[in-house]
Nanobody, 123 residues
């Protein structure tokens, strides 16, 4: 079974930086697109950044120039470098990946989610 495990969240002051990581574990899988979402209290989950298997990226307008998504395909890991953090960036951040995996003699394609990591920006 494929799992996504996130790390790197925490409390940071405005203007500070954090780096989130999300590693996929399991066997017999291939990762396609990888994404970071976030959900603030009382708000809907929103897409923050996305990266294709070939490395093409896109970022939400609210984070452009401050956040950067990247991935290391050899380690099945996606990163989110967050700089110049603002209080409005406070949210639970979720890793998401489109994964093709082999099980019981068949190939499957599915969306997987991490457990979420809390990012709090406050002085």
């Amino acid at each position: 079974q494929v799992q996504l495990v996130e790390s790197g969240g925490g409390l940071v002051q405005p203007g500070g930086s954090l780096r989130l990581s999300c590693a996929a574990s399991g066997s017999g899988f291939q990762i396609n697109d990888m994404n970071w979402y976030r959900q603030a209290p009382g708000k809907e989950r929103e897409l923050v950044a996305a990266i294709t298997s070939g490395g093409s990226t896109k970022h939400a307008d609210s984070v452009k120039g401050r956040f950067t998504i990247s991935r290391d395909n050899t380690k099945y890991t996606v990163f989110l470098q967050m700089n110049s953090l603002k209080p409005e960036d406070t949210a639970v951040y979720y890793c998401n990946a489109a994964i093709t995996y082999y099980s019981g003699g068949h190939y499957y394609a599915d969306d997987f989610w991490g457990q979420g990591t809390q990012v709090t920006v406050s002085s």
